[in-house]
């Protein structure tokens, strides 16, 4: 199994939830790789904890759509496949624009600021080949600051499950990102832009090309993806 990106040991406050929200963050963020092994004691050394909150972190993830059981109780990050690069992009588009949209009716002045500093940031890290991580972090960070902004905790949840489905397409995409074909930071600006002139519509679709740009680039790049 790989080595685990920034696993240090955690305090025992709240073991469980903690193990999971972290194992969950660096799945969001592609951390781990289509097709890789999680188990559940080498995680559990890494974090520094009993193998019980890693086997029910494990567990949740796996009902998240997140990761496959397998036969020896490890877990694996599910394998790339076509169908399911569709099937998740086209459920994040129609849900993440449309919480784009509500957000719009709820967003604050200081949020607001917020998404302004983030996408200037993210910016930064496109045009540094070392700050790929800082960027994703980032980004992640936006859109969330978004989606918390429309009040809805169901389809927060939606939301978050596609995302760690999301993981490992995004980590497959990394190496676009400081390509000639890098995505451009005029997406974040304009989405930002089209909430503070309180333009929904135009805000939804910011928001619909930038997540399909990841997607869509990673489809013409993989014409090996199985199924």
């Not at 859109?143 to 499950?161: D, K, L, V």
């Not at 074909?181 to 930038?210: C, G, N, S």
């Amino acid at each position: 199994m790989a080595g685990h990106p920034d696993l240090e040991p955690l305090v025992h406050t709240s073991v469980n939830e903690a193990v999971y929200r972290r194992l969950r963050d660096h799945l969001m963020r592609g951390d781990y790789a289509a097709g890789e092994v999680l188990g559940i004691q080498e995680l559990a050394d890494a974090f520094g904890t009993s193998a019980m909150p890693v086997r029910e972190a494990l567990r949740r993830l796996a009902a998240q759509r997140a990761l496959e059981p397998m036969k020896s109780r490890s877990m694996r990050v599910p394998v790339i496949s076509r169908a399911r690069l569709e099937d998740i992009r086209r459920a994040r588009v129609l849900i993440e624009g449309t919480v784009t949209a509500w957000a719009i009716e709820h967003i604050t002045a200081e949020a607001l600021e917020t998404l302004r500093g983030l996408a200037a940031q993210i910016g930064q890290s496109l045009a540094d080949p070392t700050s790929v991580r800082d960027g994703l972090e980032n980004n992640q960070l936006f859109h969330f600051t978004i989606y918390r902004a429309a009040q809805s905790p169901s389809m927060m949840a939606t939301i978050e499950s596609l995302w760690l489905q999301s993981g490992p397409y995004l980590r497959a995409t990394r190496e676009l990102m400081h390509s000639d074909e890098r995505p451009t930071a005029e997406f974040h600006a304009a989405i930002v832009q089209a909430i503070a002139q309180r333009d929904a519509d135009k805000a939804r679709l910011a928001m619909e090309r930038d997540i399909c740009w990841a997607f869509d680039k990673l489809t013409a790049h993989r014409a090996m993806l199985a199924g």
